[in-house]
């Protein structure tokens, strides 16, 4: 009974294992971080697109002379400069974990609707051990693999959020007809 239950029965089988599957550990466990830092970096973007859609459309004005000033120079400004806050440009922990790099906000306000883009640029993870491989030899002409390998080791990424409001036209209020 004592036998099937020894540990002292095969001296350096399990630390060999170990040895042996740490470094593909290491490396599942940085694709799980860099993963789910894109899914809170989506998940964030399309909460501070909503954000952002919504201020524009209840504060912008719809004459030319207060759309061309107030609504450029100070409202598109302040709800950028939020927006960053809030997707965590202003944390250098937050960051250098979702690898942030810039943030682009486009606001079109003509047609029927008021068009709000967000882009969001990421830095490339650059994990050392992947990036010392030349990428022909790595990826022999595969455009996915080719694609992966400039995300991960030279240009980063994009996450883009589009989002569409109508203008903010606000009621005429009650008027009686003798004017009181």
């Given at each position: 009974m004592n036998k099937l239950f020894s540990l002292h029965g095969n001296k350096g089988q399990a630390t060999t294992e170990v040895v042996l599957l740490f470094p593909l550990f290491v490396i599942?466990?940085?694709?799980?971080?860099?993963?789910?830092?894109l899914l809170i970096l989506s998940q964030k973007m399309e909460i501070a697109g909503y954000?952002?859609?919504r201020r524009y459309q209840l504060q912008s004005h719809e004459t030319d002379?207060?759309?061309n000033t107030w609504d450029r120079r100070f409202l598109k400004k302040d709800i950028q400069r939020k927006v960053e806050n809030y997707l965590g440009f202003d944390n250098p922990d937050m960051r250098k974990f979702l690898s942030l790099n810039k943030l682009k906000i486009d606001i079109d306000p003509s047609g029927n609707w008021i068009k709000?883009?967000?882009?969001?640029?990421?830095?490339?993870p650059r994990i050392q051990f992947l990036c010392h491989y030349n990428k022909d030899r790595v990826c022999r002409q595969?455009?996915?693999?080719?694609k992966g390998y400039a995300f991960l080791c030279e240009t980063g990424?994009?996450?883009?959020?589009?989002k569409y409001v109508g203008h903010n036209e606000r009621p005429a209020p009650y008027q009686r007809p003798e004017g009181r």
């Open positions: 599942f466990i940085l694709f799980i971080i860099k993963i789910f830092g954000y952002a859609a002379y207060y759309a709000v883009v967000l882009t969001a640029y990421t830095r490339p595969d455009a996915k693999c080719l990424g994009e996450v883009k959020v589009i």
